[in-house]
Nanobody
Framework: QVQLVESGGGLVQAGGSLRLSCAAS????????MGWFRQAPGKEREFVAG???????ICADSVKGRFTISRDNTKNTVYLQMNTLRPEDTAVYYC????????????????WGQGTQVTVSS
């Protein structure tokens, strides 16, 4: 059974930084495609970033140049480094996984975490 546990969310001022972590209970983690999504109040869930088993990554245009996704296969963990945060980045951030080597990085994904709240104050 796949479990994804996010951490690292919190309250930060605009211009600040946070690093989200997602610990995955997956034996073959290195073969999984991983992603981050977010959902703001009253809005649909949206793609933020994705990373392949080989380390290829993409980010949404809204966060490009500010957010970076990475993974550590020795720790079964994927990260989202968020810099220069803006109030519009406020959302619940979700980690996602798919057990397909060449899955599209924007999704769809099969497994989801419970989410971690990120709040950016102006």
């Amino acid at each position: 059974q796949v479990q994804l546990v996010e951490s690292g969310g919190g309250l930060v001022q605009a211009g600040g930084s946070l690093r989200l972590s997602c610990a995955a209970s997956i034996r073959t983690f290195s073969r999984y495609t991983m992603g981050w999504f977010r959902q703001a109040p009253g809005k649909e869930r949206e793609f933020v970033a994705g990373i392949s088993w080989s380390g290829e990554s993409i980010c949404a245009d809204s966060v490009k140049g500010r957010f970076t996704i990475s993974r550590d296969n020795t720790k079964n963990t994927v990260y989202l480094q968020m810099n220069t945060l803006r109030p519009e980045d406020t959302a619940v951030y979700y980690c996602a996984a798919r057990s397909t080597l060449y899955a599209p990085l924007r999704g769809p994904y099969d497994y989801w975490g419970q989410g971690t709240q990120v709040t950016v104050s102006s």
